[in-house]
């Protein structure tokens, strides 16, 4: 499996845009790219998944480039509600399941 | 997630004790997990079932057993507790579709073993 570089922790402040970068080397063919969001005592919630290029969802973009070596999850105008631990994720979809792997993850804190 | 459960949500235990977590799912998922956390080290996978008759070992299954009883129960005993099994534990349950799966997490036990 992959393994995942992420920041440890970022701060900003509401109103920004948040762009928090994986750095995923060994990156597999099959692999997909999956962030999670995880509230202080909860657990984490899926928020975007992609393979090569931008994907956009109600919450967030994922920028991953041609080489797919990393990838940048975008957040924007972020508000205090958006203060969490970002996890980054590689791994084959379809085996995905029994294989996902969270690091360290990274903790956002978002300031008034 | 609201249609994932955990029960207890606090335990609070004594070494060598026997202890269950129970897990139980209404989204009709047949893949379930169990997951550890501990401060620094994110999410560590345990145990995880992708239907009632499949059982396959995580990363730290030592010293922890489950039990699949049905599509939508799953649960993680711990046989005699040790005090660094102190932790925050979470169930989860995924359907893959298509080439997206998602996993839904339950909100969590923590447990403190003395």
């Known amino acids: 499996l992959a393994k995942t570089t992420q920041p440890i922790s970022m701060d900003s402040y509401e109103g920004q845009e948040v762009n928090i970068t994986c750095s995923h080397n060994?990156?597999?063919?099959?692999?997909?790219i999956t962030w999670y969001q995880q509230f202080p005592s909860q657990g984490p919630r899926f928020i975007i998944q992609g393979y090569k290029t931008k994907v956009t969802n109600e919450v967030a973009s994922l920028f991953i480039p041609a080489d797919r070596k990393s990838s940048t999850l975008s957040l924007p105008r972020v508000s205090l509600s958006d203060t969490a631990v970002y996890y980054c994720?590689?791994?084959?979809?379809?085996?995905?399941?029994?294989?996902?792997?969270f690091g360290q993850g990274t903790e956002l804190s978002v300031k008034p | 997630d609201a249609d994932v459960t955990q029960t207890p949500r606090n335990r609070i235990t004594k070494t060598g004790k026997r202890i269950m977590l129970e897990c139980s799912q209404t989204k009709g998922h047949d893949r379930m997990y169990w997951y550890r956390q501990d401060p620094g080290l994110g999410l560590r996978l345990i145990y995880y079932?992708?239907?009632?008759?499949?059982?396959n070992k995580g990363e730290i299954s030592d010293g922890y057993s489950v039990s699949r009883q049905a599509q939508a129960k799953f649960s993680l005993s711990l046989e005699s507790a040790i005090p660094n099994q102190t932790a925050l534990y979470f169930c989860?349950?995924?359907?893959?579709?298509?080439?997206?799966?998602?996993?839904?997490f339950g909100p969590g036990t923590r447990l403190l073993v003395l």
């Open positions: 060994n990156i597999a063919t099959n692999d997909y």
């Open positions: 994720l590689v791994g084959e979809i379809y085996n995905q399941g029994g294989k996902l792997i």
């Open positions: 079932s992708f239907d009632v008759k499949d059982i």
């Open positions: 989860a349950t995924s359907d893959p579709q298509g080439v997206q799966e998602t996993q839904y």
